[in-house]
């Protein structure tokens, strides 16, 4: 089973690096791991907090405007098609993966029989970890369900859609096909965020989320204040 992960960021120079690393640390590396570097000043974008960490397995591509977390995600999975991946994961650049995530992803998705339904699936993680340091004071973590994601809608929750925390996407071929294809086209395409955009798709075409719960935690959603973790560009002096 080949895994494919992405991650696609604006700024957040130092949460990337760690973000890497947790990549980087996995018990099962994935197999293709893209970054996605968006923004007007993608272009610009310091890496060198992340130079000494890349692999051949990485890349890195600039989208130098400003788009949606749909847009973004979207494209991402869209490239990451290209390949022969089984699997595609959505990896946040601020939260937290634990070594054995990717494994622990695998192993749930084979002890549910997911790949031999011969249909498209996505899972999302239940029963795992919320980490606060919105405030100065330390941080604190706490168990969360996430069986509402972080605000499932009443009339979502009516017509029976499911979620579970947003940044543990993943999906088989046949699902990012279909939010590719989908998540630019109407009306999906005026929804900004993607995670609504993501389980509103999915399940308007069949596919109902799984929510799935590992035996332990192995991620940890982190909710923290304003984006301190940003490199600020150099001044130019004048010559």
Request: charged share 25%.
């Given at each position: 089973m080949?895994?494919?992960?992405?991650?696609?960021?604006?700024?957040?120079?130092?949460?990337?690096?760690?973000?890497?690393?947790?990549?980087?640390?996995?018990?099962?590396?994935?197999?293709?791991?893209?970054?996605?570097?968006?923004?007007?000043?993608?272009?610009?974008?310091?890496?060198?907090?992340?130079?000494?960490?890349?692999?051949?397995?990485?890349?890195?591509?600039?989208?130098?405007?400003?788009?949606?977390?749909?847009?973004?995600?979207?494209?991402?999975?869209?490239?990451?098609?290209?390949?022969?991946?089984?699997?595609?994961?959505?990896?946040?650049?601020?939260?937290?993966?634990?070594?054995?995530?990717?494994?622990?992803?695998?192993?749930?998705?084979?002890?549910?029989?997911?790949?031999?339904?011969?249909?498209?699936?996505?899972?999302?993680?239940?029963?795992?970890?919320?980490?606060?340091?919105?405030?100065?004071?330390?941080?604190?973590?706490?168990?969360?369900?996430?069986r509402?994601?972080?605000?499932?809608?009443?009339?979502?929750?009516?017509?029976?859609?499911?979620?579970?925390?947003?940044?543990?996407?993943?999906?088989?071929?046949?699902?990012?096909?279909?939010?590719?294809?989908?998540?630019?086209?109407?009306?999906?395409a005026?929804?900004?965020?993607?995670?609504?955009?993501?389980?509103?798709?999915?399940?308007?075409?069949?596919?109902?989320?799984?929510?799935?719960?590992?035996?332990?935690?192995v991620?940890?959603?982190?909710?923290?204040?304003?984006?301190?973790?940003?490199v600020?560009?150099?001044?130019?002096?004048?010559?």
């Amino acid at each position: 089973m080949k895994i494919a992960c992405f991650t696609a960021v604006r700024g957040r120079e130092l949460l990337l690096r760690s973000c890497l690393m947790q990549m980087l640390l996995q018990t099962r590396r994935p197999d293709q791991y893209l970054l996605l570097v968006n923004g007007e000043d993608a272009e610009a974008y310091d890496r060198r907090l992340i130079t000494d960490l890349l692999e051949p397995w990485i890349t890195v591509v600039c989208v130098p405007r400003s788009i949606t977390t749909r847009e973004a995600s979207t494209r991402a999975l869209e490239l990451l098609l290209e390949s022969d991946a089984d699997l595609f994961c959505k990896i946040d650049s601020d939260d937290v993966y634990f070594r054995g995530y990717l494994q622990a992803i695998v192993a749930q998705i084979e002890l549910l029989g997911l790949r031999e339904r011969n249909e498209g699936f996505c899972v999302n993680l239940i029963d795992q970890l919320w980490i606060n340091s919105r405030a100065e004071a330390r941080a604190t973590i706490h168990p969360y369900t996430f069986r509402r994601g972080l605000g499932l809608g009443k009339e979502e929750e009516r017509r029976g859609v499911r979620v579970g925390a947003p940044p543990t996407y993943v999906c088989d071929r046949a699902a990012a096909q279909l939010l590719v294809r989908y998540c630019v086209q109407p009306p999906y395409a005026k929804i900004s965020s993607d995670d609504r955009a993501w389980r509103t798709v999915l399940f308007e075409h069949g596919i109902v989320i799984e929510q799935v719960c590992t035996p332990q935690p192995v991620f940890g959603y982190l909710r923290h204040s304003d984006n301190t973790c940003a490199v600020k560009a150099a001044k130019k002096t004048a010559k």
